[in-house]
């Protein structure tokens, strides 16, 4: 839609439209890819969570963490019923719904707790396989080395958060295509886990660890917190589930597959289902068996020294040569690196999702979403959580069991409020499913959910235990869950305080659609196409209202909305789209034009990529000119190349575009997308003519034309770039464009 009334009516304009695409122009994941993202998260707890529950309650660890891994489906199950009901579903929307606002802040503030120790534990685990091998290594080399390893982890760990810290700030999110290849390195790993630990347990006639009755279970003296010395302890039920809350947080990620339902391709529901069980087969594997492996290969004696370095440790006494258990090792600390960085980066992409679907309730303030100048980020919200994710790791200092411990109990209570909502909702909001969790069954009239109340009753049961057990963690977790909650409650009385104060700002309609195109805007073909980000910068608008004639040429103005998710496309509201940092951009420049007297047709539309987006809008208005201004961050040249490498990932037939840059300075820099006539310098056509005029010279060339010489010329260029010449020729382009030999790279948004 279009706001073009006459240039005299502008003043008395009530209310600009703004056009609002809702679909984000990329492609959706398949389940394969969303089962890896998940993984690449799930199965960071491999890592970790062995050495946390043996520290507690003994070497029948392995029997409860695989216990925890087969009910883990049953908790996947309440996310892919509650993502059928909400394609935005997670934690947050599924209480909401079901248990109201305020115990909907509850639930979110412990999910922060669990997502703010997450990052922390996978970087510190991290950094303590990589410690374990570089001591193995020294000690291999024969150098009396000894690595502080727990500084060295924690100081490890702030480094590679301090590094996904950045790249979220530039919005440069992992790939699904990256977490597949992450999740193939990490295949080979586990299957040679699985048959060197099987030939190794079988050689050494290893048995297996005790099952988890009371009279095996050792709990250490951390474990059982207020419930020390009671009676209760001796209640096999109770010891059971005590045993258990210790070994829950093997289930870490199981909120990622709510946040990537939205990426999946159609049918949504059935492709949920199948990622799920690809995930449930590959951790119901992978997690139990690196755990019983390490119980059975390690000396009981020499088992404490490896809680922190489980599967690296279990590497080093598997049966065979020295040097090739040195290089699995490496291998294991390789792909424990990627995984567990990985993990690192997804819990900051979670929590920073989380709290802008928090944000845009109202419930924080605008201040935190307002968009990075350069980056369109929400930086803001990315700093405040890494900054709460460094205080965790520098208090902590490497301890990996007090992170467990604390990690334990945010996401217990988070899967809590997660099944008890969705046990509400069966009964306030029975219908709107594509699928349910089974067992189910009719009294009368009513649907008892049986499975549901089953999970239900087992993650309460834990979550109470927990509360008992995990001193540290329930005074932690309670306090951060508590102050969260009031920061939320206070902070959602200054947005409406805040909203109520913007009636300065242009008021706008929004109209919105899931498709672009001339007619639903109203523009005509052969339109200018303004790009804008920054209210500061809007001079090359100024300049293109100023050589427009309007009424020849429409003038689109549109902002890029980015949205960052973990495969880029989804579906948004035009809530989501158009916010507080678009209504002051488009305040701005509604003055600018008004100023003009011109018209101008306002657009958002959300994407992941601002170059991919603009270029793809432009083909879809059949645009004829992209004016964008000068990139803060980049050059000119940088600038036209990506907009020209976006130009050619685009669908057949691609438009002939043209693109203009405006300097700050008003230097204008009009660069042709796609093939074009090149201009050529005054020297090049000299050259291409005498060459022309020497072949002609022979009679039996002179129907010869100057572009059958550019054409021969190319074609041998062509040959010989893939011959031994071409680091030769390669220089040679070098000298001529006068191109530096090591140019700095870009920054990158």
């Known amino acids: 839609m279009s706001s073009k009334p006459p240039a005299e009516g502008l003043l008395r304009r009530p209310a600009t439209k703004v056009f609002v695409a809702t679909t984000v122009m990329l492609t959706f994941i398949t389940y394969w890819q969303a089962a890896a993202i998940v993984l690449a998260d799930l199965a960071s707890s491999a890592f970790y969570v062995g050495g946390i529950a043996e520290q507690a309650i003994g070497t029948s660890a392995p029997w409860l963490v695989l216990a925890v891994m087969v009910f883990s489906y049953a908790v996947r199950a309440l996310y892919i019923e509650s ?51 570089l001591q193995d290594l020294f000690t291999r080399l024969g150098y009396s080395v000894h690595v502080a390893v727990n500084s060295f982890s924690a100081v490890f760990a702030i480094l590679v958060t301090v590094y996904f810290w950045w790249k979220n700030i530039q919005g440069i999110h992992e790939t699904s295509q990256k977490a597949m290849r992450v999740m193939q390195i990490t295949t080979i790993m586990v299957v040679i886990m699985i048959v060197w630990g099987l030939y190794t347990v079988i050689h050494i006639h290893a048995p297996l660890p005790p099952l988890p009755t009371v009279h095996n279970t050792v709990f250490g003296p951390d474990a059982l917190g207020w419930l020390k010395g009671s009676s209760l302890t001796g209640v096999a039920g109770i010891v059971l589930l005590i045993g258990f809350g210790h070994s829950i947080l093997a289930m870490s990620g199981e909120e990622t597959l709510a946040q990537v339902y939205r990426d999946i391709k159609s049918p949504k529901a059935k492709n949920l289902e199948k990622a799920g069980m690809v995930i449930f087969i590959y951790t119901v594997i992978f997690t139990p068996l690196a755990v019983f492996f390490s119980a059975m290969i390690i000396p009981g004696n020499l088992l404490p020294k490896y809680y922190d370095n489980l599967i690296g440790g279990m590497a080093m006494y598997l049966t065979g040569p020295y040097t090739l258990r040195l290089i699995f090792q490496a291998f294991v600390v390789f792909v424990g690196a990627l995984i567990l960085s990985g993990a690192v980066n997804t819990a900051i992409i979670g929590s920073t999702g989380v709290l802008s679907r928090v944000s845009e309730d109202g419930v924080l303030t605008d201040w935190f979403r307002r968009p990075h100048r350069h980056y369109g980020t929400v930086y803001r919200i990315i700093n405040a959580i890494v900054m709460m994710q460094l205080i965790v790791i520098v208090i902590t200092w490497g301890n990996v069991y007090e992170l467990g411990e604390g990690y334990a109990f945010g996401l217990v209570w988070s899967f809590t409020f997660l099944a008890v909502s969705v046990l509400v909702l069966r009964f306030t909001q029975p219908a709107g499913r594509e699928w349910r969790i089974p067992a189910n069954f009719k009294f009368g009239k009513t649907e008892i959910p049986l499975g549901v109340i089953f999970i239900a009753i087992v993650l309460t049961s834990t979550a109470v235990i927990n509360l008992f057990t995990k001193e540290i963690a329930t005074i932690a977790g309670s306090a951060f869950t ?30 919105v659609s899931a498709d672009l195109g001339t007619e639903p805007l109203n523009v005509r073909p052969g339109n200018l196409l303004v790009t804008v980000r920054d209210p500061r910068s809007l001079h090359h608008l100024e300049y293109a209202l100023a050589q427009t004639d309007t009424v020849k040429q429409d003038i689109v103005v549109m902002t890029v909305r980015l949205f960052r998710s973990f495969a880029g496309p989804a579906v948004v509201d035009e ?30 539309v959300p994407g992941s990529n601002a170059y991919h987006t603009i270029v793809a809008t432009a083909q879809r208005l059949e645009s004829s000119v992209i004016l964008e201004g000068a990139s803060a961050l980049r050059s000119v040249e940088d ?37 074009h006539t090149p201009r050529l310098r005054p020297e090049d056509l000299d050259l291409l003519h005498n060459l022309w005029l020497e072949i002609t010279a022979n009679p039996e060339y002179r129907g010869l034309h100057h572009y059958d010489v550019v054409a021969l010329a190319l074609k041998e260029l062509q040959g010989e770039l893939h011959s031994q010449r071409r680091e030769e020729l390669m220089e040679s382009l070098r000298e001529l464009a006068h191109i530096p030999r090591y140019p700095p790279g870009p920054p990158q948004e």
Do not use: C
């Open 482 to 511: 508590a102050g969260f909650f009031v920061i939320f409650v206070v902070s959602e009385q200054i947005t409406k305080r805040q909203r109520a104060r913007d009636a300065h700002l242009e008021k706008f309609r929004i109209a």
């Open 639 to 675: 600038q036209a190349k990506l907009t020209g490498d976006a130009w050619e990932d685009l669908p057949e037939p691609r438009p002939r575009l043209e693109l203009r840059v405006l300097s700050r300075d008003n230097q204008l820099t009009i660069k042709s997308l796609g093939p």
């Open 83 to 133: 993502s059928t009901m909400f394609v935005r579903g997670g934690v947050y929307r599924v209480v909401k719904e079901a248990l109201g606002s305020r115990l909907a802040k509850v639930a979110v503030s412990a999910l922060m707790f669990d997502f703010l120790l997450t990052g922390p534990i996978s970087a510190v685990s991290a950094g303590q396989y990589l410690a374990g091998f």
């Open 575 to 604: 809530k989501r789209a158009f916010d507080q940092y678009e209504q002051e951009l488009f305040t701005q420049v509604v003055a600018i034009a008004e100023k003009a007297g011109k018209p101008v047709s306002l657009l958002v």
